[in-house]
T-cell receptor
Framework: DADVTQTPRNRITKTGKRIMLECSQTKGHDRMYWYRQDPGLGLRLIYY???????NKGEISDGYSVSRQAQAKFSLSLESAIPNQTALYFCATSPPYFSRDGEHNEQFFGPGTRLTVL | GQNIDQPTEMTATEGAIVQINCTYQ??????LFWYQQHAGEAPTFLSYNVLDGLEEKGRFSSFLSRSKGYSYLLLKELQMKDSASYLCAVDNAGNMLTFGGGTRLMVKP
């Protein structure tokens, strides 16, 4: 079973529509992230959450909103979709950060949602 | 600001060795990650460096020089399945990652 799941996997919608992308995880991690990926631009952070009551904007939050419904669930919404939001969207999770040398906390990614806005 | 540079594309031959470079300029540094991403799939963790030097993991090795803001990923004995994108990412603030644009590696027979 996948540890980080995303629904839907593919979505085609029209300009102006409201879209919600959902992410669930069974890893028990507190930290969750939403990224978008565009060709040649790598992964860019949209929003992140370090626990249920903590929501923070990332590099490119304009046009997006999020909801952390539970430790295991983190949803991304596009209130009014536009064509330049066409991209591959990834959710990721990580355990709490430890600062000791040699310790690291990788991020675990979901399978992605391919969103097309016409 | 954050700036992470890596080549856009590389091509190598099956069985050979390839080195993918990454240079970075970030406001903070808590380590550097390399991820592998096959087309249309999720990135998966390959390696992490926080101290200068080489970390070896089977056919893959990663090197870091913090003073030079430089890392490389070394892939040995290339296999066709190594054709993928390789993402360099800097942890610049307690597990907050900034990613480079990725290097698409094509392995040819």
């Amino acid at each position: 079973d996948a540890d980080v799941t995303q629904t839907p996997r593919n979505r085609i919608t029209k300009t102006g529509k409201r879209i919600m992308l959902e992410c669930s995880q069974t890893k028990g991690h507190d930290r969750m992230y939403w990224y978008r990926q565009d060709p040649g631009l790598g992964l860019r952070l949209i929003y992140y959450s370090f626990d249920v009551k903590d929501i923070n904007k990332g590099e490119i939050s304009d046009g997006y909103s999020v909801s952390r419904q539970a430790q295991a669930k983190f949803s991304l919404s596009l209130e009014s979709a536009i064509p330049n939001q066409t991209a591959l969207y990834f959710c990721a999770t990580s355990p709490p950060y430890f600062s000791r040398d040699g310790e690291h906390n990788e991020q675990f990614f979901g399978p992605g949602t391919r969103l097309t806005v016409l | 600001g954050q700036n992470i540079d890596q080549p856009t594309e590389m091509t190598a031959t099956e069985g050979a060795i390839v080195q993918i470079n990454c240079t970075y300029q970030t406001s903070g540094f808590n380590g550097l990650f390399w991820y592998q991403q096959h087309a249309g799939e999720a990135p998966t963790f390959l390696s992490y460096n926080v101290l200068d030097g080489l970390e070896e993991k089977g056919r893959f090795s990663s090197f870091l020089s913090r003073s030079k803001g430089y890392s490389y990923l070394l892939l040995k004995e290339l296999q066709m399945k190594d054709s993928a994108s390789y993402l360099c990412a800097v942890d610049n603030a307690g597990n907050m990652l900034t990613f480079g644009g990725g290097t698409r590696l094509m392995v040819k027979p």
